[in-house]
């Protein structure tokens, strides 16, 4: 290890502390249940300890139905050649003599944590000023895995819950579960905002993967626009909002002309009336109170992309992440990579990190050109079959090109000849809304409204078709 700042003192640790749960442990089986949900063998400094408490661990495995004490443990570490390495007979006999109180059993455990992390801190430290001198790893990488390692490290700081769960306690846990439900319907997921959808996912829910695909045009970008608007400015949960394609500025025009009802076309052109003002402050003051939060670099590295998801997790306590879309994430590949390979590197962190940020991550991705004038299919998602395995949930876009309305042409015909459904004065082009894969729950198609002038999606008076 590389030399730091500490390098000729002691690491920090507690040995009063190691020597009172050791004591306690063998004292009751109380106070053995407790610390074991705080402690592993490895959070203990001497290697002494370390010895007798994974020890302490096996006899309970082998020999539940027995008492331990320090003939039974004395007897155990003597089989296993381990009686020596843990101190022996006497140094083991002292330390249930030293134990002031095993009630404070878990107190203890704690002092001897709280000494592992400083350890393991100071061992990332460590490790890192080693990484720093060495030039042959590029500093995006570093900085990638120093907010992953630190990520991890804080995550650990509580209890383990890597633990084998018994169905006896899972069963009630659900079912209390259910009953919630019942009571206050599914709080779990982040609503979307469209009724149809919500009812057919039960929201977005934590650690899901969701991608969104579309051909060039469809409506993509302005379908996660309109759930992001209902998640973060009409119900006021916090969501990031990742663009590569469009700045943020661009965004915030969408957000305004879907919010105030004022047509795009104006609001790029400034040509505006009295009444579209009033309409775009009023909207404004909402958008203002809202919490949504937009990163827009264009062509944003992957490490990048992770480490600024999680300053908005950390800093906003962001409930959504949107991305629009995986093709611009530069994975920092080496050029000579398929690209079908990259795609599929930049699949599998988006999947990994919605699962350490626990939250829905919601990417956007064009599928093929094979999709062109016909609905889109799983196996049309473009670039790799990666995409399509890794999602947890995965929607394709699907409109008739025919029916495409030019912003500022109110009555044009559709593709069936006839005046195309208006809502708040705005034509509509209806839009399917396909759940093509949902891992834990059904499948089918949505009919929704597309607004090209407001650039945003409605719902519509339909009931949706479960397959």
Not at 48 to 69: C, K, N, P, R
């Given at each position: 290890m590389a030399s730091t700042p500490a390098v000729g003192r002691i690491p920090p640790h507690n040995?009063?502390?190691?020597?009172?749960?050791?004591?306690?442990?063998?004292?009751?089986?109380?106070?053995?249940?407790?610390?074991?949900?705080?402690?592993?063998?490895?959070?203990?400094?001497?290697?002494?300890?370390?010895?007798?408490?994974?020890?302490?661990?096996?006899?309970?495995?082998?020999?539940?139905?027995?008492?331990?004490?320090?003939?039974?443990?004395?007897?155990?570490?003597?089989?296993?050649?381990?009686?020596?390495?843990?101190?022996?007979?006497?140094?083991?006999?002292?330390?249930?003599?030293?134990?002031?109180?095993?009630?404070?059993?878990?107190?203890?455990?704690?002092?001897?944590?709280?000494?592992?992390?400083?350890?393991?801190?100071?061992?990332?430290?460590?490790?890192?000023?080693?990484?720093?001198?060495?030039?042959?790893?590029?500093?995006?990488?570093?900085?990638?895995?120093?907010?992953r390692n630190m990520s991890d490290l804080q995550a650990s700081s509580g209890t383990f819950t890597d633990k084998y769960q018994e169905s006896s306690l899972l069963v009630n846990r659900t079912v209390d579960r259910l009953m919630e439900r019942a009571k206050h319907g599914n709080t779990d997921g982040i609503k979307t905002g469209f009724a149809q959808l919500d009812e057919m996912t039960g929201g977005f829910q934590p650690a899901e993967f969701i991608v969104i695909g579309a051909r060039p045009s469809v409506g993509k970008t302005a379908f996660a626009i309109s759930m992001a608007i209902q998640i973060a400015i009409h119900h006021k949960i916090p969501a990031g909002f990742f663009s590569a394609e469009m700045t943020s500025m661009a965004i915030m025009e969408r957000i305004l002309a879907a919010e105030s009802r004022v047509d795009s076309k104006r609001i790029r052109s400034a040509i505006l009336r009295n009444q579209d003002m009033a309409n775009i402050i009023d909207a404004a003051s909402r958008i203002y109170e809202g919490k949504l939060y937009i990163q827009d670099t264009p062509n944003i590295k992957l490490m990048d992309l992770r480490s600024q998801a999680r300053r908005m997790k950390r800093e906003r306590d962001v409930k959504i992440i949107f991305i629009d879309y995986i093709s611009l994430i530069n994975p920092e590949s080496q050029a000579q990579v398929p690209r079908h390979e990259q795609v599929a590197e930049i699949s599998r962190s988006l999947k990994s990190l919605s699962r350490e940020l626990n939250i829905p991550i919601v990417a956007l991705s064009q599928v093929s050109r094979d999709a062109e004038g016909?609905?889109?299919?799983?196996?049309?998602?473009?670039?790799?079959?990666?995409?399509?395995?890794?999602?947890?949930?995965?929607?394709?876009?699907?409109?008739?090109?025919?029916?495409?309305?030019?912003?500022?042409?109110?009555?044009?015909?559709?593709?069936?000849?006839?005046?195309?459904?208006?809502?708040?004065?705005?034509?509509?082009?209806?839009?399917?809304?396909?759940?093509?894969?949902?891992?834990?729950?059904?499948?089918?198609?949505?009919?929704?409204?597309?607004?090209?002038?407001?650039?945003?999606?409605?719902?519509?008076?339909r009931s949706s078709h479960t397959t």
């Open positions: 040995d009063d502390a190691e020597r009172a749960v050791l004591g306690a442990v063998l004292l009751s089986a109380n106070a053995f249940s407790e610390v074991s949900e705080v402690l592993r063998k490895e959070d203990f400094y001497k290697s002494g300890h370390q010895v007798l408490f994974d020890a302490i661990l096996m006899f309970h495995q082998e020999h539940s139905s027995q008492t331990i004490d320090l003939i039974t443990i004395t007897e155990f570490l003597r089989s296993k050649n381990l009686l020596d390495l843990s101190g022996g007979m006497s140094y083991i006999a002292s330390l249930t003599s030293d134990v002031p109180t095993t009630a404070n059993a878990v107190y203890y455990a704690n002092i001897v944590r709280s000494h592992s992390l400083r350890r393991s801190l100071l061992e990332l430290s460590g490790k890192l000023q080693q990484d720093v001198f060495d030039e042959s790893q590029e500093i995006a990488y570093l900085l990638d895995e120093a907010e016909k609905e889109p299919n799983l196996a049309n998602l473009r670039e790799s079959g990666a995409v399509e395995q890794d999602a947890d949930v995965v929607i394709l876009l699907h409109r008739d090109r025919l029916a495409e309305v030019p912003s500022g042409e109110r009555d044009t015909r559709s593709a069936n000849g006839q005046s195309p459904q208006m809502i708040q004065g705005f034509p509509v082009q209806e839009t399917k809304v396909i759940l093509a894969k949902q891992r834990n729950g059904e499948t089918g198609i949505i009919t929704m409204g597309f607004q090209n002038q407001l650039v945003r999606f409605v719902e519509l008076d």
